[in-house]
T-cell receptor, first 115, second 113 residues
């Protein structure tokens, strides 16, 4: 299957700092990437859909100024958690879907802990 | 809106067979996916069904009935490493131009010796 690389895998930061998470499709071009958040023992909640070259589409209740998404190329999308607070601590996962596939492939996830 | 229901937890014995059910309600069904997720890791793709019937892939099979809004994932010859959460996800043509998946709550499967 296709490979999606997500970096970093773990971040510990102080409250008020910003954190950038990268998501790359390594062997295919991803016209669409997705960002999810997952709290312990809960399912994946879609935060936003990122399309290359256009603005991201955010789900209801997700603050776009808080979670900045940039889909700069067909292989890279970034999520920046701005002015992170302890309640932003979570597992963030990206996925990517190629132009000719119905399947979303997931990155390994980023565990964010805000102190 | 979408409703995706699956059992929260299941327990099975090593070597046995287990069936994990998923029911859904959606306006513009365009495919159902099963993913496996080990604790603290990202989901990995298991299967995709868009037409009625059974798709078999090694020890794992997935079944879909669109008229009933029903799918199941069948795991045979269970191994300890199959202990994980299994996520049912539905793709809806109407939502976000059919790009997004909506996930069920996941079924946590525990395989015992």
């Amino acid at each position: 299957g296709a490979v999606v690389s997500q970096h970093p895998s773990r971040v510990i930061c102080k409250s008020g700092t910003s954190v950038k998470i990268e998501c790359r499709s390594l062997d295919f071009q991803a016209t669409t990437m997705f960002w999810y958040r997952q709290f312990p023992k809960q399912s994946l909640m879609l935060m936003a859909t990122s399309n290359e070259g256009s603005k991201a589409t955010y789900e209801q209740g997700v603050e776009k100024d808080k979670f900045l998404i940039n889909h700069a190329s067909l292989t890279l999308s970034t999520l920046t958690v701005t002015s992170a607070h302890p309640e932003d601590s979570s597992f963030y996962i990206c996925s990517a879907r190629g132009t000719e596939s119905n399947i979303q492939y997931f990155g390994a996830g980023t565990r964010l802990s805000v102190l | 809106g979408q409703n995706i229901d699956q059992p929260t937890e299941m327990t099975a014995t090593e070597g046995a067979i287990v069936q994990i059910n998923c029911t859904y309600q959606t306006s513009g069904f365009n495919g159902l996916f099963w993913y496996q997720q080990h604790a603290g890791e990202a989901p990995t793709f298991l299967s995709y069904n868009v037409l009625d019937g059974l798709e078999e892939k090694g020890r794992f099979s997935s079944f879909l009935s669109r008229s009933k809004g029903y799918s199941y994932l069948l795991l045979k010859e269970l191994q300890m490493k199959d202990s994980a959460s299994y996520l049912c996800a539905v793709r809806d043509l109407i939502r976000n131009a059919g790009n997004m998946l909506t996930f069920g709550g996941g079924t946590r499967l525990m395989v015992k010796p």
